[in-house]
């Protein structure tokens, strides 16, 4: 079967790099296949997983926000932060999902609020991920 080389890296570390088979993701446009020969595009990401097809398994990656660039032998995901589901701490995602949760029960400006939504949804994705 023909791969295709995926890499995903924050500013800190190469979260993963390797040939796959296929990526998965919701781009901007949507949710996409994307298998070797693709057409280049890129795309911005937001908080969402990246799925990875190789030799019949399946892996998971929660992402934060970031950018896709396709090429038709290469993906790269550059993002603010990335980790594989085996690396996501459970306790810690649920501490913050809980902050959060608090911080938007509290009613407080729109400057926080948007950034305790924007961190509920990097918890729930982490859990989403470290659940499957
Ligand atoms: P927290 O409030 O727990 O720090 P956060 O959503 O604010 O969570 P980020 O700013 O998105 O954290 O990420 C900071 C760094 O911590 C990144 O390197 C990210 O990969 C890592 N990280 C955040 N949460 C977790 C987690 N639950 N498990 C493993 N790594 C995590």
Redesign the pocket.
């Known amino acids: 079967m023909s791969t295709i080389q995926l890499d995903i890296v924050?500013p800190?570390?190469k979260?993963f790099s390797d040939e796959v088979e296929m990526v998965i993701t919701r781009a901007a446009e949507g949710d996409i296949g994307i298998l070797p020969k693709h057409a280049p595009f890129v795309s911005p990401l937001d908080v969402t997983v990246v799925r990875i097809k190789k030799d019949g398994n399946e892996r998971q990656v929660a992402v934060?926000r970031g950018f896709l660039e396709v090429r038709p032998e290469k993906v790269t995901v550059l993002a603010?932060?990335?980790?594989l589901a085996e690396?996501?701490?459970?306790?810690?995602?649920k501490?913050?999902k809980e902050?959060a949760e608090r911080r938007l029960a509290e009613g407080s400006p729109d400057i926080d609020r948007a950034r305790a939504e924007y961190?509920l949804r990097?918890?729930e994705n982490?859990l989403n991920v470290?659940r499957k």
Do not use: G, H, Y
């Open positions: 924050t800190e570390r979260v934060s603010e932060a990335a980790e690396e996501i701490d459970v306790e810690r995602a501490a913050a902050r961190a990097r918890a982490r470290a």
